[in-house]
């Protein structure tokens, strides 16, 4: 199962759902003479060779037995253009999604890496690439999470420290090193890094436009994540009028892909088409966003990143190589050393920012500006349906004026309400639905409505303030549930509770589900065993998992594998206790560097961490200009100072490099901006899809 | 007129016909008034004596359903939306506190109804409609398969709950509990699937019955909530019930173990009982399209099934509780009308839901007409 396989097939309350019918128009592009067959009987031929041709039916018999004498008689049989139909058609449509997902098997899966590497060892200096391979932090989290829990599950005795994203780096390092010949592995997090940067400036640049009111405000704030490409997929293919808003900063993925291809390939010596590069997301959609049209060099004739695969995919490499990852590698727990060489090409690794584990955009721009405000702004969150909706807002301490209103939202069903809301409080609409048509008449008793409703919404600040950002993400709990990450380890094997009449069981409860459908999407989609394995440990110590995408529990887990601090210790106790500390809305004040104190929490007390162990309290109040959101207790351990001192000079190399990179490879004339452009932001195309007269009768 | 068993169905009158099909028809519930559409993509709202016609989306329109207060209509169309259509207020009218009246004068003021909103998220035909018994929750579905939970707010928003993508197939209908919050599909997989709210999260699936051999076209609880019935393409109406099981597995409609006991949020939800089939009704000849469960005027047992389809027949069974203490139900045929619309299929059947007019119902079919019934008993049978 591909292309959001997970995201597209039966049993989940909440995602896209395929359509039915392609959406790829059938063009003729040379028009033929149309009189010619007009009123006659034809049929259409296929000849040896694939073709097609529209022949008089009299003709076709004789044509048939000869088909080379279609090509010498071209005036017996006219030869049709042939339909083509394209990934990014497919991917875009979703309309007959097997075939899709057959396409997408072959063209980005970890066959087609095995293939290039195959093919890579033999080839020739000319033809050789050079194979990097970049993992995002949340499939970090989720072989770290299926590693910890199947280690519980194996040693019942005594509980195990859990193992890190950093150890899971490691070892997939060197599972890329010894097995597949990869000898430059990099996590996304320094992409990210840049790509909350661009972020930052995009939305200023936003917030300026806004502003100036009229016309140039149009469809500037709020500003909506782009990272999440099942988001883009759907607001391109249902919600055009949504396109205007989503940030034209690319994603962490594409940024890589230029940093890889671009600046790090340089250095080497590579020209981007002699890198060969490998993404590891936790979502299937990632696939698709690698195969947009932007995102292809011409000069080159190749992509940014070469082939995405999901995690699930990954693991089932190092099956199929024989590749143990829950035994540690030499020297996982070591700290990474820092680049001391200015021409050095080293990443940063593992790069914590503050917020979600979907890539904390939100969060970025909070902190923004609370670092710029002139006043000390407080910050306060609010839980709105449910954990996957929340609302942010900025206030000045004191006049309690908003300065920022954002939410973070996940989920397909809350997607809707956001754009239903943004649609609304912007003015913009679908002009497809009878609303839209009826514009002139029952249009207008709907304007009289909300006018005499009272909902204008000019007035700055309060309750009503509009949104300036949503951070979107189509998956329940964000990128760390990703469709494309490991599938839940189940401590216990569970009774098989569910009976035929689906008798509601503990599964319920978490949202775990179920043997009856798996074998039903399995039917759909034959590949799906190859591309969603089972993980490698859980089948070793013979964990039973028949949970599927989307357990809560599962995912909470992940998350706070996702959080656990890099290097040193996993992070325990102490976090544990600033929350509690923090809670009941007790304010923190701090004058240290911004975001770089301690480990960052999660966004919120949404976030799998705040829940666990903070229990239900309110969210949190933090605030202080400096943007401290993190709790420094009086007896921090000295592990505790010394993974301070090093995020933090993680975060200065991080920036220092930031401004190498792009320097490097915007340069600093005139073209500096339009540069930028190119190499850290992309565009969005609204998908023509008036299906209607396919529309069967009911 | 070939009535049968104790009850004769009379006609009542005719509404002026729309000019394609007619697809589903809604009584008001608190007005004189009755809305129906039709694949000539119009809603017509009928007094009982007079009507008129609101020319709609660009397509067909497949079903509408009022609000419990009356005063908000919801439809269903082809162009995959939800239409919300209220009756704009005369300005000098005063009609705040919703004091509604039931003489039903107000029912066809002079206001115009308009479309004061758009449910937009259906990726293809939209087939039903229906507002929750509090009319706090409005629950829609469509071809893509999928059934969509929405909540009514103020000013004519509303809010997605949930997005239920359990069917497998179109999803055809969709019924809320009489006074629960759960809700009823039904699919073209043939089966029936059951939603309620877990507070701490989402909408979810909390079981499925499965049974009909076809398409499932059309749901109706009974009155009390307790049953479920359902019309199929398999040509029968089968009746469903909760019932808690003292005796795990093999439980079946015949096993007087159980006892049928009403569905609540908290039962469905901690699941200490089960869905059983309790009866199967299968003397239409043609596929069913439409159930509806009224109350009955006769004052006791469960009320009154009408069911109606491809066969062009009306039947109306009288539905009891067994005496024994067997949870099967064996719903006697009261009455039936033949060629009810001519030749063609009745589309819909609907009870009169208003207070006093329990024996009245009506049908929307294929010629485009709909039509008002009512129940009377025989001369010969006497009354009940």
Not at chain 1, 433 to 453: E, S
Not at chain 1, 467 to 495: F, H, R, S, T
Not at chain 2, 31 to 40: F, G, K, M, V, W
Not at chain 2, 108 to 122: A, K, Q, S
């Amino acid at each position: 199962m591909a292309f959001s396989g997970a995201l597209t097939l039966t049993d989940l309350n909440d995602f896209i759902s395929p359509s039915q019918a392609c959406i790829k128009p059938v063009e003729q592009a040379d028009k033929k003479p149309e009189e010619k067959y007009v009123g006659a009987k034809t049929e259409i031929v296929v000849d040896s060779s694939g073709s097609y041709y529209e022949v008089a039916s009299e003709g076709a018999v004789q044509l048939n037995n000869t088909s080379a004498q279609i090509d010498n008689e071209g005036s017996t049989g006219t030869k049709l253009e042939q339909a083509q139909i394209s990934l990014n058609d497919c991917l875009a449509c979703s309309g007959c999604i097997t075939s899709a997902e057959s396409i997408l098997i072959t063209l980005q899966s970890h066959a087609e890496v095995f293939t290039f590497l195959d093919s890579n060892k033999d080839a020739t200096e000319d033809t050789k690439k050079l194979p990097v391979l970049s993992i995002a932090p949340q499939p970090l989290a989720s072989l770290a999470a299926s590693l910890t829990a199947s280690a519980c599950s194996s040693s019942s005795s005594s509980a195990a420290p859990p193992i890190t994203p950093h150890q899971v780096l490691r070892r997939v390092q060197a599972f890329c090193r010894e097995a597949l010949g990869i000898a430059h592995v990099f996590d996304t997090t320094f992409a990210r890094h840049l790509a909350l940067r661009e972020h930052l400036l995009e939305f200023e640049e936003r917030k300026a436009k806004d502003k100036l009111g009229g016309e140039a405000a149009q469809g500037q704030l709020p500003m909506l994540a782009s990272a999440c490409p099942g988001w883009i997929c759907y607001a391109e293919k249902a919600h055009s009028e949504m396109l205007p808003f989503i940030s034209r900063t690319k994603s962490p993925q594409q940024v890589m892909g230029t940093l890889v291809k671009e600046w790090m390939g340089k250095h080497a010596g590579f020209t981007p088409d002699k890198v060969y590069h490998v993404s590891v997301m936790p979502c299937y959609d990632k696939k698709l966003e690698a195969s947009r049209q932007d995102f292809y060099n011409d000069v080159y004739s190749t992509r940014d990143v070469d082939c995405v695969i999901t995690t699930g995919e990954l693991e089932l490499m190092m099956r199929e190589k024989g590749w143990d990852l829950a035994q540690p590698v030499p020297g996982e727990l070591d700290e990474e050393a820092e680049a001391v060489n200015a021409e050095s090409t080293a990443l940063p690794e593992l790069i914590q920012h503050a917020g979600s584990s979907s890539g904390s955009y939100l969060m970025s721009i909070i902190e923004h500006l609370q670092r710029e405000s002139a006043v000390p702004l407080t910050l306060s969150s609010k839980i709105m349906r449910n954990a996957d909706y929340e609302e942010f807002t900025l206030t000045v301490a004191g006049s309690g004026k908003t300065v920022f209103k954002g939410a973070k939202c996940y989920g397909f069903r809350n997607l809707q309400n956001v754009v239903r809301k943004v649609g609304r409080e912007r003015g913009v609409r679908t002009a497809g639905g009878a609303a839209g048509r009826l514009a002139g008449r029952a249009g207008a008793g709907v304007g009289r409505r909300l006018k005499k409703a009272g909902g204008g919404g000019d007035e700055d600040g309060g309750k009503d303030k509009q949104y300036d950002y949503v951070e979107v993400m189509a998956c329940p709990g964000g990128c760390v549930n990703g469709g494309g990450q490991l599938k839940p380890i189940l401590p216990k094997p569970q009774e098989s509770g569910a009976d035929e009449e689906g008798y509601p069981r503990d599964w319920v409860q978490t949202g775990v589900v179920l043997p009856e459908n798996e074998t039903e999407m399995g039917a759909t989609t034959a590949p799906r065993a190859d591309v969603d394995p089972p993980s490698v440990a859980a089948i070793e110590s013979g964990v039973v998992m028949n949970a599927k995408w989307g357990d809560k529990d599962w995912t909470r887990r992940v998350e706070a594998a996702y959080w656990l601090d890099g290097s040193l210790e996993p992070m325990g106790q102490a976090g544990v206790q600033c929350d509690e500390e923090g809670s009941g809305g007790a304010e923190i004040k701090m004058n240290g560097g911004p975001h770089d104190l301690d480990a960052p929490p999660p966004l919120g007390p949404s976030a799998a961490r705040g829940r666990a162990m903070g229990g239900g309290r309110e969210g949190p109040t933090v605030s202080g200009r400096a943007g401290g959101r993190v709790n420094v207790k009086s007896d921090a351990t000295s592990a505790e100072r010394r993974r301070s001192a090093q995020r933090i000079r993680k975060k200065r190399w991080a920036e220092k490099l930031a401004d190498r990179v792009l320097k490097e490879l915007c340069g600093s004339d005139d073209d500096a901006v339009k540069n930028r452009q190119r190499f850290f932001r992309t565009e969005y195309h609204a998908v023509e899809s008036d299906v209607g007269g396919l529309a069967v009768k009911w | 007129m070939a009535a049968q068993g104790t009850h004769e169905v009379q006609p009542l009158a005719d509404l002026e016909s729309h000019s394609d099909r007619a697809w589903n028809l809604a009584w008001n519930p608190k007005h004189p008034l009755i809305a129906s559409c039709s694949a000539d993509k119009t809603v017509r709202l009928s007094s009982y004596a007079s009507s008129s016609g609101n020319t709609l989306a660009p397509k067909t329109v497949r079903a509408v359903a009022w609000s419990p207060s009356g005063k908000t209509l919801a439809t269903a169309s082809f162009d995959s939306n939800v239409g919300i259509w209220e009756q704009e207020q005369d300005e000098d009218e005063d009609d705040e506190d919703g004091d509604v009246d039931m003489t039903g004068q107000k029912g066809l003021g002079n206001g115009e109804w308009e479309c004061i909103g758009t449910l937009e998220g259906h990726e293809t035909e939209c087939k039903s409609v229906a507002y929750s018994s509090t009319g706090t929750l409005l629950a829609s579905c469509s071809r893509d398969k999928s059934v969509w939970i929405w909540e009514v707010q103020p000013d004519a928003e509303f809010e997605c709950m949930g997005v239920l993508l359990e069917h497998s197939q179109d999803v055809k209908c969709v019924a809320w509990h009489p006074h629960e919050e759960i809700l009823a599909s039904g699919s073209y997989d043939d089966t029936i699937k059951l939603y309620v709210d877990d507070p701490s999260d989402d909408w979810y699936c909390f079981t499925t019955l499965k049974g009909h051999e076809s398409t499932v076209w059309s749901i109706a609880w009974s009155p009390c909530g307790r049953y479920l019935a359902s019309a199929s393409d398999d040509k029968t109406v089968r009746i469903w019930a909760y019932a808690a099981a003292a005796s795990d597995g093999g439980a079946d409609s015949k096993n007087k173990v159980l006892q049928v006991k009403p569905p609540s949020v908290i039962s469905s939800s901690q699941g200490d009982g089960r869905w059983v089939q309790v009866a199967v009704l299968d003397s239409h000849e043609r596929s069913v399209y439409s159930v509806s469960w009224g109350k009955g005027n006769n004052g006791s047992g469960l009320g009154w099934l009408a069911s109606a389809g491809g066969d062009g027949t009306i039947r109306v069974w009288d539905v009891q509780e067994s005496e024994d203490s067997s949870i099967a139900l064996n719903p006697k045929l009261i009455a039936s009308y033949p060629e009810a619309h001519g030749v063609f299929d009745v589309n819909c059947v609907s009870w009169n839901p208003r207070a006093g007019m329990e024996d009245v119902f009506a049908t929307a079919a294929d010629d485009g007409s709909v039509k008002i019934w009512r129940i009377n008993p025989s001369k010969e049978a006497g009354s009940d």
